[in-house]
Nanobody
Framework: QVQLVESGGGLVQPGGSLRLSCAAS????????MGWYRQAPGKQRELVAT???????NYADSVKGRFIISRDNARNTVFLQMNSLKPEDTAVYYC??????????????WGQGTQVTVSS
């Protein structure tokens, strides 16, 4: 049982910034890859950014230079700093984490999503 709780979404004007947080809790031995995905109405869910346990990062081309992903392994938390936001960034943002359970099995877990709206 793994729970991912997200926070930080909301309404922001174009050019503004938001910082999303996602904390993992429950029964697991370790957390591997963590990341953020987003889905706009009528669109497929797409990868935004990922970060490994060693803090190697990967970004979608659409957010490179504007977003920064980071993690705090001691608190099982991943962050997404979003700068220079554009209306096309409007979407539901989902947190993802791959975990190893106490039974030794791996699993991929999703948060419930948080709404980010960029509008003037």
């Amino acid at each position: 049982q793994v729970q991912l709780v997200e926070s930080g979404g909301g309404l922001v004007q174009p050019g503004g910034s938001l910082r999303l947080s996602c904390a993992a809790s429950g029964s697991f031995s370790s957390i591997g890859l963590m990341g953020w995905y987003r889905q706009a109405p009528g669109k497929q869910r797409e990868l935004v950014a990922t970060i490994t346990s060693y803090r190697t990062t990967n970004y979608a081309d659409s957010v490179k230079g504007r977003f920064i992903i980071s993690r705090d392994n001691a608190r099982n938390t991943v962050f997404l700093q979003m700068n220079s936001l554009k209306p096309e960034d409007t979407a539901v943002y989902y947190c993802n984490a791959t975990t190893r359970g106490r039974d030794g099995l791996g699993s991929t877990n999703w948060g419930q999503g948080t709404q980010v709206t960029v509008s003037s």
